[in-house]
């Protein structure tokens, strides 16, 4: 039995090293068992720090030596994995030989093997599992390695810079050299030794130097990286023209691995990503796979700048890259679908893709922010790092900086990152540094706005509002209130941006004007919040409007505004603001499907059917806004809305909106798989893809409604598929219906894509993620088990983890939390055996849990006998432990 928890590390804690280092030069003789590194680093002393030892972290390595100037250290102090070592004078060089087992690393952090392959993975704490190093983000080093490993098993040997020579040496080995122009700290530091191939082009960078970029893979998915490759020549212009950023190296790699705990990372020079964001071809890959390798590829390549010439002086300042990186790639993404859009279409596309964000952070980051795990985006204390790369500090610190592009306008935002390259290039710095960069460049004050870093929580705002008929004035007020968190009781107001129009009764905005002011202006506009509550007056109006707040999504709050049935209905037809067209619909859906639920209606309001037959039959709107528009908010969001939360009743108010919908507008849905049919050879392009969205979610309400016109389209859409986004797509719908089906298209399925581990972890996701649309058929943690039988399933793959044990746990409540408890068993089962291979990834399924206490008592009787049996396990990791502890807190 565990009784103590890893100790907590604080933000405040923070002191400069008194030792850091200049230059270190690594040399590896790559085995699968016994590889030996040799690490000769220069120490010098900081200047910023006062006296002290050499201090060195170490993880999981067998130290055959260590000498400082050649010989045994004076006096060397070892003790919870830091090595501390007196050392005279002002520079000396430390000289350590470790020896690792690459193939028993199953924590795929660290140097590990990857089939027959050799990668690593250094974020954030990975280094020290390679060699003793002071290894922490704000110890900038120049480095040059030396690879050896023999030829048959690993013919490509790349490592972080350039190439300085490569050669043979005896016995069938051979070996590479590279160097790494720039300084940079050890979590950016890669090697890759493996039998892959590249996919290469030349390009010129806008000062007109040549560069290589090279996208390497296993040979048979040499034609999957196309796209990945296009999705980096747009990177590196993006770059260019929005910021002045250019690639800063001869050559830059991106390099395809299929055991992989993250997305990517951002490696200098030697990006590293999981296979799932670099392969793309039209028979395997969906239009969501598509887009989601453009963005991961642009978001990587980002950090070059962004994370790596400006890097973390400590780990608490993680958002200062992640948070800013991820608004970047947003931008792009959303700068791509708008040029492919053309003019007419552009600020539709932008929406679109506005509306995917928010849906992520509603969904992932609210719920984290109401529950034990909360923090700041950037976080006071952790247990674990590694617990720590949540959607707070990437989602909610992209939002973070939105607001500041929002309330500085992009040309002060573009002025403050120019100030804050010119500052800080080089360096490790915090979040302050860059809100101070921000300040300078634009005269502004932004004490008021650090709160957003300190502060965790969501934000509600809530407005009144009365209308003056006499004086023909509209008063809003504005109030604004931060929930109690963990450690955080009390909350300032902050400062937020709230982006407003009102809608007059015939439909139109009304040009806004604001006692005071001498003439209407434009129709909407930014009020900056900054009390807990402030009133702003309205005038020459001609009627009540309607207001339409937070356009765009504005700032990352909650919007507390009692709207009935008539006015959602009115803003979902009428707002100019096509986010909150679409926030109206959420709402509805909302309000309808927590009715039902909570057994107050028992079928859908006409209004609400009506008022979704108008958004589909709109011919002038986007068939992708449409798609967006009319499906349902995400179960994990709506759970967060209900108090006690009770899955299975939302499940089963989940299909009856389903079912109705399906059912009134069955011809329409029809009508619309008719009329968006594209034709051609598959492309990758919003306007395709938004018309294979639409047909996507007409296919899955038919199905889901039983209607035999629509499960029969469907099979035929499935056998006639010419790609990869529509056979899926059909597959869902007849997976999510009562239909038999099902069974023969999932068998089809897996006989076609039996040996494609991507594809086959879409088929595990949408097993595991099933709906039970048929009291007789059996649960779904049975068929997940069952599923974790496949020869293709393996706990030591996180995709296939995350397909099918992170889908059931995360994507799927209603059948998760089932009545009997199953899944809860099952979960911890799998939390248990995941923890002994995989602590990062067992802590991601753990998470599933930490929002338990928000349940209805019976849920909570069933849930916390399995945390405390997870607690209570035998060499429980610091990941896991610190997850529980704080569930069960
Ligand atoms: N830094 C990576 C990214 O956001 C994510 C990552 C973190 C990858 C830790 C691996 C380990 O781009
Ligand atoms: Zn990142």
Not at 294 to 299: N, R
Not at 308 to 331: A, I, M, P
Not at 667 to 681: E, F, K, T, Y
Not at 688 to 704: K, P, S
Request: with cysteine.
């Amino acid at each position: 039995m565990r009784t103590e928890h890893a100790p907590t590390i604080q933000r405040a804690d923070y002191r400069p090293l008194a030792w850091t280092v200049e230059r270190i030069d690594l040399h590896f003789r790559l085995d699968p068992t016994a590889t030996l590194v040799t690490n000769r680093m220069v120490c010098v002393r900081n200047p910023d720090a006062g006296a002290g030892p050499i201090r060195l972290w170490s993880e999981a390595l067998e130290r055959l030596s260590l000498t400082v100037d050649g010989k045994a250290p004076v006096s060397l102090r070892e003790a919870d994995g830091q090595i501390e070592i007196d050392a005279d004078g002002e520079r000396v060089l430390v000289e350590v030989l470790t020896r690792i087992n690459p193939q028993a690393n199953t924590t795929l952090s660290g140097l590990y093997q990857s089939n027959g392959g050799y990668f690593t993975q250094c974020e954030a704490e990975g280094f020290r599992r390679i060699t003793c190093f002071p290894d922490r983000p704000d110890v900038m080093a120049r480095y040059t390695v030396t690879l050896e490993a023999e030829r048959d098993a690993c013919p490509v040997l790349l490592s972080n810079g350039n190439l300085l020579e490569q050669g043979d040496l005896p016995d069938g080995w051979h070996y590479a050299k590279w160097e790494d122009p720039f300084l940079k700290p050890s979590y950016l530091f890669a090697l890759v030794a493996a039998r892959l191939e590249a996919l290469e082009r030349e390009v010129t960078t806008a000062s007109g130097r040549k560069v290589l970029l090279q996208v390497w893979v296993e040979a048979r998915d040499l034609d999957r990286c196309e796209h990945a490759m296009e999705s980096l020549i747009h990177s590196m212009r993006w770059d260019e023209e929005a910021f002045g950023l250019e690639l800063d190296l001869d050559r830059f790699m991106i390099v395809a691995v299929s055991d992989f705990n993250m997305g990517a990372m951002e490696n200098k020079g030697l990006n590293i990503f999981n296979t799932k964001f670099v392969l793309a071809k039209p028979d395997t890959a969906t239009d969501i796979d598509y887009e989601n390798v453009e963005s991961v590829v642009a978001h990587e390549y980002f950090h070059n700048w962004t994370g790596n010439r400006v890097t973390c002086r400590d780990w608490f300042q993680l958002t200062l890259k992640e948070g800013l990186t991820v608004f970047r790639d947003q931008q792009f993404s959303a700068d791509m679908l708008a040029r492919a859009a053309g003019p007419e279409g552009a600020a539709s596309a932008r929406a679109v893709k506005r509306i995917d964000d928010v849906r992520v952070l509603r969904a992932a980051q609210f719920p984290e922010d109401g529950g034990p795990m909360a923090h700041p985006i950037r976080p006071d204390c952790y247990q674990e790092i590694n617990n720590f790369y949540t959607a707070t500090v990437y989602e909610k610190g992209a939002e973070v900086i939105r607001m500041l592009h929002t309330l500085l306008g992009p040309e002060g935002f573009r002025n403050g990152m120019d100030l804050y390259f010119s500052y800080h290039d080089g360096r490790a710095v915090t979040c302050d540094d860059f809100v101070e960069a921000m300040a300078e460049a634009n005269g502004r004050d932004l004490d008021q706005f650090m709160h957003w870093y300190a502060q965790a929580g969501t934000p509600r705002l809530s407005a009144r509002a009365s209308w003056d008929a006499a004086s023909a004035s509209y008063t809003l007020t504005l109030s604004q209130h931060t929930p109690p968190t963990p450690g955080q009781p009390d909350k300032r107001p902050l400062v937020i941006p709230v982006a407003l129009g009102l809608i007059g009764p015939d439909g139109q905005d009304c040009p806004l004007q604001l006692d005071g002011e001498a003439s209407p202006g434009a129709c909407t506009r930014v009020l900056t919040l900054t009390e807990a509550e402030q009133t702003f007056r309205f005038v020459g109006l001609t009627a009540e409007p309607v207001p339409s707040l937070l356009r765009g999504f504005s700032a990352p709050v909650i919007l507390e505004l009692e709207e009935d049935d008539a006015r959602l209905a009115f803003r979902m037809a009428n707002d100019a603001d096509p986010f909150n067209r679409w926030d109206a619909a959420q709402r509805y859906s909302e309000r309808v499907a927590l009715a039902l639920a909570a057994g107050i209606a028992d079928e859908l309001p006409q209004a609400y059917v009506d008022a979704f037959a108008a958004l589909l039959n709109d011919g002038r709107l986007d068939p992708a806004f449409r798609a967006q528009a009319l499906a349902l908010p995400t179960e994990g969001y709506l759970l967060e809305r209900m108090s006690p939360a009770d899955p299975v009743a939302l499940r089963s108010a989940m299909v009856v909106v389903m079912h109705g919908l399906g059912q009134a507008l069955a011809d329409d849905w029809l009508g619309v798989c008719d009329a968006m049919q594209v034709s051609g050879p598959y492309r990758y392009h919003p306007a395709d893809a938004g018309r294979r969205a639409l047909t996507g979610l007409a296919l899955r309400y038919l199905c889901a409604a039983g209607d035999e016109r629509g499960l029969a389209l469907a099979q035929a859409r499935y056998e006639g598929a010419g790609n990869m986004t529509e056979r899926f797509a059909a597959l869902a719908a007849l997976v999510q219906s009562a239909s038999t089906a099902s069974v023969p298209a999932l068998e089809a399925f897996h006989q076609r894509y039996h040996d494609d581990a991507l594809v086959l972890d879409k088929w595990f996701a949408l097993q595991a993620g099933a709906w039970r649309w048929n009291e007789a058929a059996p649960r779904t943690v049975e068929c997940v088990r069952a599923l974790m039988a496949d020869p293709a399933f393996s706990l030591s793959n996180p995709n296939k983890v995350y397909a099918l044990l992170g889908t059931f746990f995360r994507a799927n409540p209603g059948e998760f939390h089932a009545a009997d408890g199953s899944g809860h068993v099952f979960w911890a089962d799998q939390v248990i055996a995941l923890n002994a291979r995989n602590p990062q990834v067992a802590a991601r399924m753990a998470r599933a849990l930490e929002n338990w206490r928000r349940y209805t008592p019976a849920l909570q009787a069933s849930i916390r006998p399995q945390l405390e049996r997870v607690l209570a396990s035998e060499d429980l990791s610091p990941d896991v432990a610190e997850v529980i502890g704080k569930a069960l807190s």
